[in-house]
Structure formats: C-alpha cells, structure tokens
C-alpha cells in the first residue's frame, strides 16, 4: 500500500496574475483512481507536472509515504498524451526501456517487455519499428512502458485525447482493468466528464484563478464496470446522466462550489 500526498501546494508562474495552484491538498493510495477535471487553464497539468517532479512548487509539497519528492522517480510512471516513445526502437525495446535503465539483462527485458505487450493486446507487435503503429497503438504502448516499471502511481495527462471514440472507448476499459490487476494508485487528467465518471473512484473537480480543487467526489460506476456490468448501460443509466450533470455544474460554476 503506497501514498502520494500533496500538502498545500501553492504555486505561481513568473508574471502570471494569479497563482497557478492555490493551497492545493490531495492524497492518492493505492487502488484509487482519481481523475481530475476543470476548465483549461486551471492548473491540472501543472499539479501532474509536480506530482511528477518535473516542476517544484512555490510552497508545500508533494511526499510519497512521507518521503519528499524532489524529482522524476521510476515509482511515478508518467503517460502523456503524445505517447513519447523512442523511434529509433522497437515496439517491444520501448517498454523494456524502465527495464534497460534499472540492468535487467537482455532475455529478461524480452521476456518482461512479450508479457506486457500481451496484456496491451499487442502480443504480435514487438519487432515492428514504432512508426507502423496507429495512435491507438502506440498509447498503449506508452502504458506497457510506464507499466514496466512496476510503478506504484500511474500519473496521465489526457492519455486518451487523441483517440478515435471507438478506440477510446476500448483504452477505458483497459485501463480500469489495469488499475485493478496492479492497484497502481492513479491520477489522470482528462477534458471529459464520461470519461472521468466512468474511470474514477473519485473525480477531483478544479477551477482556475487561482487553480485550486473545488470538490471531491466519489463514484462506483467503475466498480459496477469491473464486477461485469456492460459499460454501455451504465453510461446510459438515469444514475450516470445525473451524475454527468452534476460535475459539469461543478466545472462550469454553476452551483455554489
Ligand atoms: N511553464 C509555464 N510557464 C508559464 N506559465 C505556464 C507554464 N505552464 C503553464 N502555464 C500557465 O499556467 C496555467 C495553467 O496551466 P496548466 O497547463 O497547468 O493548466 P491545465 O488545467 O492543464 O490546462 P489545459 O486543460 O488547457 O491543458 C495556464 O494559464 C498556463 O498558460
């Protein structure tokens, strides 16, 4: 069971008006998955970016079971939108990458890397050159790399908004399979209200000026999804239309945060 606990994060960009992030308090254990939404510009790539130790913030801090976080660390796996993989590499160089950095030796980084492409559905790809793969391909890829790592926080910044709805939809169900076999502790950042109602144990709902957490609420439509309910009745479902209804309020300020 791990922690990542941010601690009053307040943050200000040089000449910016208004802190990016404003006396911001979340923690993650391991098993949640906690998606954040709000408008543009409120601060939610900034807080992953801390999260991720590739920013430091003005005040406060970020601690992984209480230890202070003060820069990227192979326990924080990032995902990005852009799936970032090495072209020069093959598919499955690609995920062994974290494997290569941490002298796993080669038959065992093959072995490692042919087991994850199997769990991404892509058991058939290893050998080919990155640039034959589709999008959808390719950002799995970038989760059986962030994967192999055996990371105990998965932190993604709109993994899947470049994806075709279908394929989109396909890469949701993966993901809650995946949080669900590895009780990764997950943070992921998306522009849509389905998508975080669908994935999230807790949806942390942002607004700018200065970027702060307005609320925090918990769902279960991704435990009904897990215990074999068909995701399309529960995206469907009176419960879900309500609850998409109440979160966009929430991130559009139409009710009193
Ligand atoms: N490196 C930087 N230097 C200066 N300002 C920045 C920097 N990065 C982000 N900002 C500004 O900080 C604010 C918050 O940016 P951030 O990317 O964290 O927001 P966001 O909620 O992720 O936005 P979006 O939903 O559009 O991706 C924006 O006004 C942005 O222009």
Not at 96 to 114: I, N, T
Not at 135 to 148: C, K, W
Not at 151 to 179: C, K, N, W
Not at 205 to 227: K, T, Y
Request: aromatic fraction near 6%; proline fraction near 5%; include cysteine.
């Amino acid at each position: 069971m791990a922690q990542l606990d941010f601690a009053h994060i307040t943050t200000t960009y040089d000449g910016a008006a208004s802190p990016v992030l404003s006396d911001v308090s979340l923690s993650i254990a391991s098993g949640e998955f906690v998606v954040v939404i709000g408008r543009s510009g409120c601060g939610k790539t900034t807080l992953l970016n801390i999260a991720a130790g590739f920013t430091v913030p003005d005040a406060g801090r970020v601690t992984l079971d209480g230890r202070p976080v003060t820069g990227p660390g192979a326990e924080r796996a990032v995902v990005f939108q852009d799936d970032a993989l090495f072209p020069w590499l093959t598919t499955a160089e690609n995920v062994a990458f974290a494997l290569r950095l941490r002298g796993e030796d080669k038959a065992g980084r093959r072995e490692a890397a042919d087991a994850l492409l199997q769990r991404v559905g892509l058991d058939a790809f290893g050998d080919r050159p990155i640039w034959q793969l589709s999008g959808g391909q390719r950002q799995r890829i970038g989760l059986a790399r962030a994967l192999a790592a055996q990371p105990d926080f998965l932190l993604m910044d709109e993994p899947l908004g470049a994806l075709d709805a279908m394929t989109r939809e396909q890469m949701q169900e993966l993901l809650l399979d995946i949080s669900h076999e590895t009780r990764a502790g997950i943070l992921l950042i998306t522009h849509s209200v389905e998508e975080a109602l669908f994935l999230a144990t807790r949806i942390v709902v942002m607004a700018p000026s200065p970027g702060r957490i307005v609320r925090s609420l918990e769902f279960d439509f991704s435990r009904r999804i897990l215990a074999g309910e068909s995701a399309r009745s529960i995206k469907t479902s009176p419960e879900f239309a309500a609850a998409r209804a109440s979160v966009l309020d929430l991130v559009f300020d139409r009710v009193p945060a």
